[in-house]
């Protein structure tokens, strides 16, 4: 199956601060990417779906000014938790479909944990 | 909106007997995609099986195999022979058909009994 890489795979850092997370695509074009978040022994929460070339789409009750989705090239997207607190801390996990898979086929990144101090 | 429900938070099998697990959604679309995956401790998610709402045959994968009743908006998961390293977390999820929508369910932690 095709590969989709997510780094980094563990990121500490201090409150305040910016994280960025990258989700690639390393065989194949992801046009579409979804951004999860998961908590503990909790299901996938969708945070936004991004288009390449196109604004991220938002689901209801996550801050677009919080968490920043950039998808400007077929094979990277990027997530950028910025002014980062403690609340933040999670697993954020990727995945993506695209040209040449069937619709529905996703591959998921292996996941970023996200731990703020 | 989408919506994907799976009402055991946690099963147990013993090894070698079957399980089944059990998920429902909600969709307006005639035209969509059902998925079983897998979230070991590792929290890779990994496709355990896949179903095109436009198939009336049940999708089979060794001894993964699912219920899909579509009418009723029903996809269970039926794992036969249950080995030691079918233990994970289960999520049923859906896709529509454009595939800009992918929803997941709450998630079923399945334990297996030597």
């Known amino acids: 199956g095709a590969v989709v890489s997510q780094h980094p795979s563990w990121v500490i850092c201090k409150s305040g601060t910016s994280v960025k997370i990258e989700c690639r695509s390393l065989d194949f074009q992801a046009t579409t990417m979804f951004w999860y978040r998961q908590f503990p022994k909790q299901s996938l929460m969708l945070m936004a779906t991004?288009?390449?070339?196109?604004?991220?789409?938002?689901e209801q009750g996550v801050e677009k000014d919080k968490f920043l989705i950039n998808h400007a090239s077929l094979t990277l997207s990027t997530l950028t938790v910025t002014s980062a607190h403690p609340e933040d801390s999670s697993f954020y996990i990727c995945?993506?479909?695209?040209?040449?898979?069937?619709?529905?086929?996703?591959?998921f990144g292996e996941g970023s944990r996200l731990t703020v101090l | 909106a989408q919506t994907v429900t799976q009402s055991q938070p946690e099963m147990s099998v013993q090894e070698a007997e079957t399980v089944t697990l059990s998920c429902t959604y909600d969709t307006s679309e005639s035209d969509y995609y059902l998925f079983w995956y897998k979230q070991p401790p590792s929290r890779q998610m990994i496709l355990v099986i896949r179903q095109e709402a436009y198939k009336q045959q049940n999708a089979t994968e060794n001894r993964f195999s699912v219920n899909f009743q579509k009418a009723a908006k029903s996809f269970s998961l039926k794992i036969s022979d249950s080995q030691l390293g079918d233990a994970a977390m289960y999520f049923c999820?859906?896709?529509?058909?454009?595939?800009?929508?992918?929803?997941f369910g709450t998630g079923t932690s399945l334990t297996v009994i030597p």
């Open positions: 999820a859906y896709i529509s058909n454009t595939g800009n929508q992918f929803y």
């Open positions: 991004s288009n390449e070339g196109s604004k991220a789409t938002y």
């Open positions: 995945s993506a479909t695209g040209t040449g898979r069937d619709t529905g086929e996703l591959f």
